[in-house]
């Protein structure tokens, strides 16, 4: 006979673990999202080399030469390669009037401006390394070498953003460039612009006249305006001014050396307006001789360079219907700049036939 004790009871069903169906779920989930993201991704970016937004001339669909009108911190990628030039002009907005149609016209030398505002060394020299791999034994390069140029940090860093990713030689960094959302923006312009027959290009030799602009500010002959531009700087160099050694002209030098020895190397120091220029006998001015100094001594490892010195006393600087403000002349000046390159590439001029 069995009693109560050894009557043995029905097992209690197992408690099932909360959530136990949810975790597959959520890994397919999770994985669908992963997948998702990388095939848009990769989708996006086919589609953006097909369409190639700023003309690098990278594997693309649209066969369409040059950009849209814009800025020339993009314009300048399609510029820099185009086979239609064999010199540049590189610097910012203290080189940006000089005209590579009056060039081209006085020394026969196809000129493209790339000149792009507000860009320092690290910038121009991106740039001139550019130009440089796109035509490889160029005719002629006009640098402008101003104070930015005499910075202590040697990242050369820019003072503005900058699309060295643009310009840059491999994959990886121009891809990543690719993924922003103004790049995107400017994929989707790009088609639009490329199936209208007659939609304006940017131009292709990249002059920029700034005048009408800085017309738009105001009349440059206003006593006020002319004061401001006429203030003296102070007699110490600006904080972060280099000495005595250049980081700039270090680089310089590097890149002198890797040009042809055909090609000929001019280097601007731009007009300043007689008022603002250093105190002679100061700091500020001692300094600022010494950077142009390591900038002469950085041209000097390339056979055919020239400096034109426009940072001095010339009886023009003094004339202050001449400029806009301390460093920004107008085309008077400008015609007169052009005259002594066209005269240094004249003197510079290889004897014997170009290859």
Known sequence: MRTADSVIAPAAPEPVAEGRGAAPAWR???????????????????????????????????????????????????????????????????????TPERLRAQTGIPFVQLAVPATGPGEQLTLAAYFLRHHPNPQALVLAPDAFWCGDDPALPPSKPFPFWLLASDWPDYLRGLVQSRVAAEVVTRIRWSLRPNARRARPDGYWDYEPDYLRQGDPSDPARVAARGRRPPAEPDPGFAGPAFPAAERLRAFAAGLPPETALIAVFPPIYAPAQPIPGTPRAAAAAACRAAIRTALAVHPRHRVIDWSGDRPQLADPAAFFDPTHYRQPIARQVEAEIVAALGALRPEGPRE
């Open 28 to 98: 397919r989930f999770c994985v669908l999202l992963v997948g998702g993201t990388v095939a848009l991704l990769a989708g996006y970016l086919a589609l953006a080399l097909a369409v190639d937004p700023y003309d690098t001339g990278r594997p693309r669909l649209l066969n369409r030469e040059g950009v849209r009108p814009q800025g020339p911190r993009t314009a300048s990628a399609s510029r820099g390669r185009d086979p239609a030039f064999t010199a540049a002009i590189i610097g910012n907005s203290h080189i940006q009037l000089i």
